[in-house]
């Protein structure tokens, strides 16, 4: 065999054993900081509850919350090649986690409150074990998921500030359901693309992972609290 021949197809090797390496290098990570994340916003929502924390309402609550998210997420992008990053996410979840104030004080209200916040807890954590090992499994090709998800996302962003003045229940409902297909295509998505190497940088990884998770979380609370909360 010709030397130089030889010589290309063991760079060719060792380049895709590198970046073999750096894709489950950068997965690793954003799992890891993903399980991280999940402390500050455990301790924000359990501050948020035990000590009654006022929440803005209404649109301009509502106009309060993206400015502040976006906010934290232009941030975190920022600073994503540094520790500054990884400070900013874990105040971002910290923060997420006061957000769920209102959702948990709500829920806490019924008899069944705390089986319901578990079971949210774990059908989330089963819908991300599923999605993320099919998504590192799978042959298939989900950037296409990633671009319908996108026009759903818009849709019930607008949808969840028309039924701020509305107050529709059933429109409350339906905007948690779709929210949870259109997160989980996102998650299938976001955890492919870091499989594949689309993604390099584990804080902008971990951010997207969490904010799915986050979503898929409450709006199956939402659901749960909708059709099993329990007065009595």
């Known amino acids: 065999m010709d030397r130089n021949y030889e010589t290309k197809l063991q760079k060719t090797y060792d380049l895709s054993g590198s970046r073999q390496v750096t894709r ?23 501050i948020g509850v035990m000590f009654g924390v006022p ?12 400015g502040v998210a976006f906010g934290f997420i232009w941030a975190i992008e920022k600073n994503k090649d540094s520790g500054v990053g990884v400070a900013l996410l874990l105040g971002f979840t910290f923060f997420m986690g006061l957000m769920l104030t209102p959702l948990l004080t709500r829920t806490l209200g019924f008899s069944n409150g705390g089986t319901l916040i578990m079971l949210a807890f774990g059908g989330t954590g089963a819908v991300f074990a599923v999605l993320a090992s099919i998504a590192t499994v799978s042959k298939r090709d989900f950037s296409a998921v990633g671009k319908w998800a996108m026009a759903g996302l818009v849709v019930i962003i607008l949808a969840s500030l028309a039924n701020i ?39 902008s990884a971990t951010l997207s992972v969490y904010l799915n998770v986050y979503n898929i979380f409450t709006s199956l609370l939402q659901i749960l609290g909708f059709v099993g909360g329990s007065r009595e």
């Open 55 to 66: 929440m803005p309402r209404g649109f301009m609550g509502a106009i309060l919350f993206l």
């Open 24 to 46: 489950n290098s950068v997965l690793r990570n954003t799992y890891w900081l993903l399980a991280l994340s999940m402390i500050p916003t455990v301790l924000g929502a359990a």
């Open 165 to 203: 003045f509305f107050q529709i229940p059933a429109l409350t409902l339906t905007i948690s359901v779709l929210a949870i297909g259109i997160f989980s295509a996102f998650l299938l998505y976001d955890v492919q693309r870091i499989a594949n190497g689309g993604e390099t940088n584990y804080i």
